[in-house]
Each structure stands twice: as C-alpha cells, then as structure tokens.
C-alpha cells in the first residue's frame, strides 16, 4: 500500500464526526474504525514496511498519531458533553482503549527504532526538530527501558486513565452546589451565568460544558434565553423588548 493511499484512508477517518454521536452503536463504530487503522499503521512501523525516510516512517508515524489524538480527543468530547447516559459511558471505553493504544505506541521499541533511524540530514529544520522531539518523547515515556519497567509503566498510565475517567465522571454528573460571586462568573458560559440565581447559587454540571462548543439542544438554548430575558428584567425593573 502506498503512502498516498494511506494519507487518504486517514483523512477519511478524521472526516467522519465523532463528537454529536446519535446512539452508542455510532461511538463504537467510529472508534473501532480508528483504532483498527492505527493498529495497522503501528504493525507497518514494527514490521520495517516503510522506508526509513522523512516520507516513509516519519510520515506514517505522523498519521498514527494523528488517528489516535483525534480519536482520544473525540471519545473525552462526548465523554463531557452527551446528554445521554449511555453515550458518556460508551466514550468513556473507547477513550481507555485510545489512552491504552498511546501508551502502547510510546513503549514499543520498534516504533521507534524504526522512527530513530529516519535520516533527517537533508530535511528541512522543522522536521529536524520535529523527530528531534519525537524521539524525546520516546524516552520520556521509558521506551528505552527493559521489558519490566515498559510493563510497569504502562500498567502505572493505565491506572492514571481509570483514575482520570472516575474524577471526570464526577464532575460531569455532580451536582454539588457552587456558591459565587457576581464577578467570579464572568468569563463563564452563557448558560452557567444565566442559570445562577441573584445570591451566585449555582447547581453545576448543568450545561455549561456543552455550551462551550455549541452543543445544545434548542430546547435548551430556549430555556437559557428565556432565563436571561428574565434576569435581565427583574434587574431593570422592566421587560426586555425586542
């Protein structure tokens, strides 16, 4: 399979969206389909398919990355923001299983023997800079360490995730009320300020993180207008007209 071929199955797995899922069947299609190419991606790197050339090992590298971030990244956005139960805790797997797949990348010798051995002589400055840095990343993560200690480490990261995902989980489903202010809301979504009474009580986790990206449902958007427009009024001792 040709690099070429490869940039596109990519750009085609990072086109599909991933964060506004209709059902938990929909998360853990878009996962699996990531996660299935990244693994392919890392058994060519192991197996010394790709040149060890800036267009050969670094590119692919660069795409393997790339698949997981975003994966990663898409699992915590609906992890955080789904109205729907079942869709947080689908995201939640699958941002374990991403977590895991990094981890188990930034561990493997042979990615990054084989990444190591890129000549960058002749490249451009960023990209000297840019495996210069990879491969900082590599031994910060103990790639060069013996078996032992890469199991340890990876078993230490894996604790961390579960421990991250439980404190997450917290915040997103508490319901703790959070007393502040006037001026300590100011910079907070829209929804967060509105839905705070006159004394600065503030039932959070309602909708202020789905806000932030623009995630909410026009019922609610209605609710969050109708509250300010009720603010507003009893603050002015009028109503507010259009």
Known sequence: MTIASLIARVDAALAEPAVTPASPAEVRAAAERRLALAGELRARLEAGEESATVDGALRVYDLLVQLLDAG?????AVADTA???AL???AEVHL?????????????RPVYDRVAAVDVA?????????????LDGFRASG???DAFIRERLAALQAELTAVALVFDRNGNEGRREVIAG????AGLPVDVVAFADEEGHFSGGFLGSRSAIGDLTEAEIEAVAARIVEKVAK???GTLRG
Request: hydrophobic letters at 45%; charged letters at 40%.
């Open 83 to 85: 109205v729907d139960r």
């Open 235 to 237: 603050a002015t001792g």
């Open 122 to 134: 002749e490249a451009p400055e960023d990209v000297r800079l840019m495996l210069e840095r990879t």
């Open 88 to 90: 947080r805790e689908e």
């Open 143 to 145: 790639v060069d360490r």
């Open 72 to 76: 990663w990244a898409d699992a915590v």
């Open 96 to 108: 374990r299983r991403f977590a895991e797949a990094t981890t188990a990348v930034g561990l493997s």
């Open 182 to 185: 006037a001026g300590e809301l």
